[in-house]
C-alpha cells in the first residue's frame, strides 16, 4: 500500500461530460503529481502541487484543471470529455528532495462512451 | 532531447535467469536520483529501487539492483532469478530536485518471463 488514495477507481461516463477525480496524498508528502496514461502508453505529466501552490505543467489540456486543497488533498476536474481522454489517470505523492521517490495511487480509470 | 531513454520496447527471459533493462538519462544537475517502477497488468505503479547521484555503491532491494555508470549516464535495472510475476512493464525515472523537482519518465520496457 502506497499511501496514496484515488477515488473513484472506475469512471464511465458520457463525450461531454465533466468529472472530478480526487487524490489523497500519503501522511506528510506536500507535492502531489498528476499523470495520464492511454492505453499501452508511457505516462504523460500532467501537472504538480506542492502545500497548495502550482509547480509546474505539463501537456495538461486547457478543459483539465486540478488544485490543491489547505489539507494537501487534490482534484483533477476533467471537462467536456472527448473519447480520446478514455485513460488511466495517476495521482503520486512524494516528499522533497532528490532521494524521495514517487508513491502512486492506483489510479482512476476513465472511460470515455 | 529525452531525459530518460529505455531503448528495449520489449524483452524476455526464461524463468529463473537474469535479465538487464537498460536506462539512459540527460542532466546538466550535480544532484539527481534515479528510480525503477513496475507495473504489472493489473496498473499500478510499485516504486522497486533508488539510486542517487552521489551513491557510490549501487543500489539493491532483494531480487533488484541498479548498475549505475554515472560517466556514462546509464541505470540500468538488474533482476536476478526471474520470476513469472516480474513480467510487466518496468519504468525507469529521474528527479531533478533543482528544476522543481520534476519527475521525468521513460517510454517503458516490457518484460516477459518464460517458463
Known amino acids: 500500500d502506497s499511501g496514496v488514495t484515488q477515488t473513484p477507481k472506475h469512471l464511465i461516463t458520457a463525450t461531454g461530460q465533466r468529472v472530478t477525480l480526487r487524490c489523497s496524498p500519503r501522511?506528510?508528502?506536500?507535492?502531489v503529481y498528476w499523470y495520464q496514461q492511454s492505453l499501452d502508453q508511457g505516462l504523460q505529466f500532467l501537472i504538480q502541487?506542492?502545500?497548495?501552490?502550482?509547480?509546474a505543467k505539463g501537456n495538461i489540456l486547457e478543459r483539465f484543471s486540478a488544485q490543491q486543497f489547505p489539507d494537501l488533498h487534490s482534484e483533477l476536474n476533467l471537462s467536456s470529455l472527448e473519447l480520446g481522454d478514455s485513460a488511466l489517470y495517476f495521482c503520486?505523492?512524494?516528499?522533497?528532495?532528490?532521494?524521495?521517490?514517487?508513491?502512486f495511487g492506483n489510479g482512476t480509470r476513465l472511460t470515455v462512451t | 532531447a529525452q531525459k530518460i531513454t529505455q531503448t528495449q520496447p520489449g524483452m524476455f527471459v526464461q524463468e529463473k535467469e537474469a535479465v538487464t533493462l537498460d536506462c539512459t538519462y540527460d542532466?546538466?544537475?550535480?544532484?539527481?536520483?534515479l528510480f525503477w517502477y513496475k507495473q504489472p497488468s493489473s496498473g499500478e505503479m510499485i516504486f522497486l529501487i533508488y539510486?542517487?547521484?552521489?551513491?557510490?555503491q549501487n543500489a539493491t532491494e532483494g531480487r533488484y539492483s541498479l548498475n549505475f555508470q554515472k560517466a556514462r549516464k546509464s541505470a540500468n535495472l538488474v533482476i536476478s532469478a526471474s520470476q513469472l510475476g516480474d513480467s510487466a512493464m518496468y519504468f525507469c525515472?529521474?528527479?531533478?530536485?533543482?528544476?522543481?523537482?520534476?519527475?521525468?519518465f521513460g517510454t517503458g520496457t516490457s518484460l516477459t518471463v518464460i517458463p
Open positions: 503520486a505523492s512524494s516528499a522533497g528532495g532528490a532521494n524521495s521517490p514517487l508513491h
Open positions: 501522511s506528510g508528502d506536500l507535492s
Open positions: 502541487y506542492y502545500n497548495g501552490e502550482e509547480r
Open positions: 542532466t546538466s544537475d550535480q544532484s539527481y536520483g
Open positions: 539510486q542517487g547521484s552521489y551513491d557510490e
Open positions: 525515472a529521474m528527479r531533478e530536485p533543482y528544476t522543481g523537482n520534476q519527475f521525468y
